[in-house]
Nanobody, 121 residues
């Protein structure tokens, strides 16, 4: 399984970006987005579980970010609106064979290379 993340870039505060994660090979049961800011540990952002189309977000992005997916294309998206400087990070997509315990990095077996999002004026 290979994951290819794209869509990062430089955006002003309040702006929007859409990240994409294209997966090749076996389809994972769940896909997640994590991020790692400068000097910070990697943290969970959101996941989407195909069964039941369940989504979940960390509190700091609720109402601003939306995770979605196209199962036929094996692609997952992260729409990020109202971006803040503290959202600056390398964003990673990840795939998991699990359907529970999905807010921890250890639950994910497959990882993309990361895409940099910089929120700055």
């Amino acid at each position: 399984v290979q994951l290819q993340a794209s869509g990062g870039g430089l955006v002003q505060p309040g702006g929007s970006l859409r990240l994409s994660c294209a997966a090749s090979g076996r389809t994972s049961k769940t896909y997640g987005w994590f991020r790692q800011g400068p000097g910070k540990e990697r943290e969970f952002v959101a996941f989407i579980r195909w069964r039941g189309n369940i989504t979940y977000y960390t509190d700091s992005v609720k109402g601003r970010f939306t995770i979605s997916g196209d199962k036929a294309k094996n692609t997952v998206y992260l729409q990020m609106n109202s971006l803040r400087p503290e959202d600056t990070a390398v964003y990673y997509c990840a795939g998991s064979p699990r359907e529970m315990g999905l807010t921890t990095a250890n639950s994910y077996a497959y990882w993309g290379q990361g895409t940099l999002v910089t929120v700055s004026s």
